[in-house]
Nanobody
């Protein structure tokens, strides 16, 4: 069974920074994509950023230039450095791990709250 454990959320003021971490454990296929999604109250869950084990990255337009995703493949850990945070970044941030072999596997963390005050 795969588990994702997130850490690093909290309450900050606009313009400040936070760093989220997500460590995956269990039986993990080495070729995979890890990433972050967020869901604000009353809204759908949206992509923030993803990074494949091969290094390909993808960012939501709203966070480009402010957020940086990185990962340590040896530790099955993904990070999200969030700079210049804005009130509209307030959401529950969830870590995701997925891969495709003969079937698609998709796993989620429990989520961590990020609140940005103006």
């Amino acid at each position: 069974q795969v588990q994702l454990v997130e850490s690093g959320g909290g309450l900050v003021q606009a313009g400040e920074s936070l760093r989220l971490s997500c460590a995956a454990s269990g039986s993990i296929f080495s070729v995979n994509t890890m990433g972050w999604y967020r869901q604000a109250p009353g809204k759908q869950r949206d992509l923030v950023a993803t990074k494949s084990s091969g290094g390909n990255t993808n960012y939501a337009d709203s966070v480009k230039g402010r957020f940086t995703i990185s990962r340590d493949n040896a530790k099955n850990t993904v990070y999200l450095q969030m700079n210049n945070l804005k009130p509209e970044d307030t959401a529950v941030y969830s870590c995701n791990l997925r891969w495709s072999t003969w079937e698609v596997k998709n796993f989620w963390g429990q989520g961590t709250q990020v609140t940005v005050s103006s």
